[in-house]
């Protein structure tokens, strides 16, 4: 507790006359021991250790007048040393807990017995400690409505003092014992209007309250902010459990339900001005960036605090447009989506960015990017050059259509083909690419074997883990994928046949698939039936797999059941993004596992050591010349190995398709380029 100002500056200058002026000023009102504790240290620490007796003497009148019985405990504890006489510590002690419990004067004595403190002051050793676990006990008497940690509301139904157990009737459950040493800590009374004693005492009145009418109940019963969770236990009872979303999606829209916290939010009630004020007083101490999010959940407050803020946001965007652009731009385009009109013209920043990649990466909304693409033609003269190069580094899909929107068909062409070199590196342009590919047959026109290819092996890497199930969809019917199938040659076919059986795709989406490619090339039925269903790969690559396939099972799907859960528990499943991205991750993981679990079944080691050189195998390494004297070596590997920018293919590639079986001299076709495969080697131990 905080000493007055004024009695801390007497303390400073030794000036005992004023500090006692203004404790017997202070007695005569409102009564805080603590405070009162804490000048008596002070007062000890100058040497006036008899002045303090005194004071607290009449300190202790003051509390015996007015029955502050338990305040007066508080004051013996912390100062019986200074004013109670020595060795009727105990007595005064006990004269307080008789006047105390005056109306239960029976439990007390029972207890005082059962604590040993009624034998008289020789016996009370651990007296503070005792007397500690008498008020536990006595705070809670049959019939007390109580809350239990992490169980509810209920009543107190009996105390047992022989077995030393209180008998709590919760809601679901009856008789739950709680012993008297946990009951301090597990046990709560509820106040007369608490909302949890409500529930228990009148819940028809509780029904009847429109939603905002019962959250603001809810809310103010507690003195800490709740999270979405704890909100549900308390209404689900007063309202159907089927109906919580759409009750919780109507009742939070009140504005002076504030939230806060992150993923995982916490929410309080504060009255109309209240609200404002704490909202206004967060925009200011907010971060550059977060006062965006914060103006989004002003939109329910007043004309006034929205202008303030606007005005505040616009005098923030000028002022860093040449320090942060990615900023300023950000917050401008808010303002406008927000209903303000800015000060600056965008097409102004654009022009004048010293680097228009930098500013396009520091963008972290994708609707101000596609904003600025948009702008770009008309404000910059080198924009195809940048736009040509943002189509490859943008993360964004709907970001990419506004690209190509704007991109002239042979500039498009180009971006579609550099976005095939290497996939992973540019996830989003490669997906952008064969989604479109389904409905532009321009775009897969002379690549279809190079795109399935990539397209399969898309569904294994961890750069496409944001566009999994939408790259999955596209071997749906209609998708890229069928599409593709009738444009292959016979060899392109066959090696598509391998390619599809090995994908990381469910039955349901890999049959079809084959049906129509088996009827498109009926030959391919007679490789199926000699044809080998093994996935080879290096001994350490299995056992990585292992390893993650056990990380899957035991750590990564308990972790994101967790946080369905959790995110469940925060309303609306329509509107609730952490509940949509974790179930997303749910069904990308356990589909990943399934598919490892096949993997490892079929899984064989590639022996390196044994791999014979006279024509080219999996496991070998081959030196590749071309006509103008440029070398290239390749391993051919498995897939889990796969890493083409290292000169490592997998065996499903097509250009392995090519190459295997090749003896020395043997000439292959490579990026439009004749080679000549010039030597044969095997790998090195582990490849």
């Not at 993650?548 to 994101?560: D, F, G, S, T, Y």
């Not at 050189?613 to 006509?627: F, H, K, P, Q, Y």
């Amino acid at each position: 507790m905080r000493i007055p100002q004024s009695t801390q500056d007497s303390l400073a200058r030794g000036d005992i006359d004023a500090v006692e002026a203004d404790w017997l000023a202070a007695i005569e009102g409102e009564i805080e021991v603590e405070q009162f504790l804490a000048i008596t240290k002070g007062l000890v620490r100058l040497g006036e250790e008899d002045r303090v007796g005194t004071l607290l003497e009449l300190l202790d009148d003051q509390l015996r007048e007015r029955g502050m019985w338990a305040a007066r405990l508080d004051l013996i504890r912390g100062a019986a040393h200074y004013f109670v006489r020595s060795g009727h510590v105990y007595d005064t002690v006990l004269d307080t807990l008789h006047e105390l419990y005056r109306d239960r004067e029976s439990d007390l004595n029972g207890l005082l017995q059962e604590l040993n403190l009624d034998q008289g002051r020789g016996h009370a050793s651990k007296l503070w400690d005792k007397v500690d676990r008498l008020r536990n006990l006595l705070a809670f008497r049959p019939g007390d409505i109580v809350e239990m940690e992490g169980r509810g509301a209920g009543r107190i139904a009996e105390v047992n003092m022989p077995l030393h157990v209180f008998k709590v009737d919760l809601e679901k459950v009856k008789g739950v014992s709680v012993g008297f040493r946990a009951a301090g800590k597990m046990l709560r009374l509820l106040p007369e209007g608490h909302v949890l004693r409500q529930k228990l005492e009148d819940p028809e009145q509780l029904e009847g309250l429109k939603p905002t009418a019962l959250l603001e109940r809810t809310l103010k019963s507690y003195d800490r902010p709740l999270t979405g969770a704890e909100v549900k236990v308390i209404v689900v009872g007063i309202i159907p459990e089927r109906r919580w979303s759409s009750w919780w999606t109507s009742a939070r829209k009140q504005p002076q339900v504030l939230s806060s916290g992150g993923p995982r939010q916490t929410y309080r009630w504060l009255e109309a001005t209240d609200a404002e004020d704490s909202l206004w007083r967060e925009f200011q101490a907010a971060p550059n960036r977060q006062k965006v999010g914060l103006l989004r959940r002003a939109a329910n407050q007043s004309q006034e605090l929205r202008g303030r803020m606007a005005e505040a946001l616009d005098r923030l965007s000028r002022a860093v447009r040449d320090a942060q652009p990615a900023l300023a731009f950000e917050v401008r385009y808010a303002l406008e989506r927000f209903g303000a009109e800015p000060s600056w013209p965008a097409e102004d920043l654009l022009r004048n960015l010293p680097d228009p990649l930098a500013f396009f990466g520091s963008l972290d909304q994708r609707a101000a990017r596609e904003q600025g693409y948009a702008l770009l033609p008309a404000c910059r003269d080198d924009w195809l050059e940048v736009l040509e190069r943002r189509f490859l580094l943008e993360t964004d899909t709907k970001a990419i259509d506004a690209i190509a929107t704007v991109l002239d068909e042979e500039t498009l062409s180009r971006c579609a083909a550099r976005a095939q070199v290497q996939p992973h590196r540019t996830p989003a342009a490669f997906t952008w690419l064969v989604e479109r590919a389904a409905s532009e047959p321009s775009l897969r026109q002379g690549r279809q074997s190079r795109l399935l290819n990539l397209l399969i092996q898309a569904l294994r890497h961890d750069a496409f883990a944001p566009f999994r199930a939408r790259i999955k969809a596209l071997f749906d019917s209609g998708g890229t994928a069928p599409k593709l199938l009738p444009e292959l040659t016979l060899d392109e076919a066959r090696q598509a046949d391998v390619a599809i059986r090995h994908a990381a795709l469910e039955d349901y989406r890999r049959e079809p698939l084959l049906a129509a490619l088996h009827l498109k090339f009926p030959d391919l039925q007679a490789d199926q039936d000699s044809g080998s269903d093994d996935l080879y790969a290096l001994p350490a690559s299995i056992e990585a797999q292992r390893e993650k396939l056990r990380e899957l099972v035991e750590e990564e799907i308990p972790a994101n059941r967790k946080a369905i859960e959790e995110a469940r528990a925060l309303g609306d499943l329509r509107e609730n993004f952490e509940y949509k991205s974790a179930r997303q991750r749910h069904e990308y993981l356990t589909a990943l596992a399934t598919q490892l679990q096949q993997d490892l079944q079929r899984s064989t080691p590639i022996d390196v050591t044994s791999a014979a050189c006279d024509r080219l195998r999996i496991g070998n390494r081959a030196t590749l010349e071309s006509d103008t004297g440029e070398q290239r070596t390749l391993a051919i590997l498995g897939p889990w190995e796969s890493a083409p920018e290292r000169g490592i293919i997998s065996y499903e590639s097509d250009l392995a398709g090519r190459l295997l079986g090749s003896e020395p001299g043997a000439r292959v076709e490579l990026d439009g380029e004749t080679f000549t495969l010039r030597a044969i080697e095997t790998l090195p131990a582990g490849g």
